[in-house]
């Protein structure tokens, strides 16, 4: 199988702070993951493309000064809450594409960080 | 960019079979159907992919019609863990990486 991990599982900081969730594929490599953001009771909504090497695409209405990614390597992606508040509060989910067959990826998706901002 | 259409919830009883339809009239020609599991404040679960015509794999099964404009999801006999949403999507194709887009989903609630 294919594992992605993210860290850390649940954080809870204070308003205005930063806060980073790493999003890492534990087993193999990933030229690029994506980051969603899910509220109670709604469903995913992805934010941006993170790819290896190059910036990252955000979705229309994601402010990319305030959510910073960075795709250093084939295994790691990172988020960056910048100056975080109260409505940044949510479930933050990586995923990380693998290759497969016909030309397909298959998309691995990590635990989930729980954010809460005070 | 290929909507879904899904039933917001389902019940059913522990030992039957639960079959979750999922529309997508839009559907390309190149896009694939994949359906994931998500149980609370975790990550989404990769069920099963297809195409079309029928995929069976350990979990569950895929029934793709010729038109592909909608897809069946079946899963025999439910457990009390089947408990979850289910989400249809279909596989975007974007610059050689595939972009999803995930609906509401499908809420089944199994009773025992």
């Known amino acids: 199988g294919a594992v992605v991990s993210q860290h850390p599982s649940w954080v809870i900081c204070k308003s205005g702070t930063s806060v980073k969730i790493e999003c890492r594929s534990l087993d193999f490599q990933a030229t690029t993951m994506f980051w969603y953001r899910q509220f109670p009771k709604q469903s995913l909504m992805l934010m941006a493309t993170s790819n290896e090497g190059s910036k990252a695409t955000y979705e229309q209405g994601v402010e990319k000064d305030k959510f910073l990614i960075n795709h250093a390597s084939l295994t790691l992606s990172t988020l960056t809450v910048t100056s975080a508040h109260p409505e940044d509060s949510s479930f933050y989910i990586c995923?990380?594409?693998?290759?497969?067959?016909?030309?397909?990826?298959?998309?691995?998706f990590g635990p989930g960080t729980r954010l809460t901002v005070l | 960019l290929a909507k879904t259409t899904q039933p917001i919830s389902m019940d059913s009883y522990e030992g039957q079979e639960v079959n979750i339809t999922c529309s997508h009239n839009n559907i390309a020609t190149n896009d694939y159907i994949t359906w994931y599991q998500q149980f609370p404040s975790q990550g989404p679960r990769f069920i099963i992919q297809?195409?079309?015509t029928k995929v069976t794999n350990e979990v569950a099964s895929l029934f793709i019609p010729a038109d592909r404009k909608s897809s069946t999801l079946s899963l025999p006999r439910v457990s009390l863990s089947d408990t979850a949403v289910y989400y249809c999507l279909v596989a975007e194709n974007s610059g050689g990486y595939q972009k999803v887009t995930f609906g509401i989903g499908t809420k089944l609630q199994v009773i025992p």
């Open positions: 995923s990380a594409a693998k290759l497969a067959g016909g030309g397909m990826n298959e998309q691995f």
């Open positions: 297809g195409y079309k």
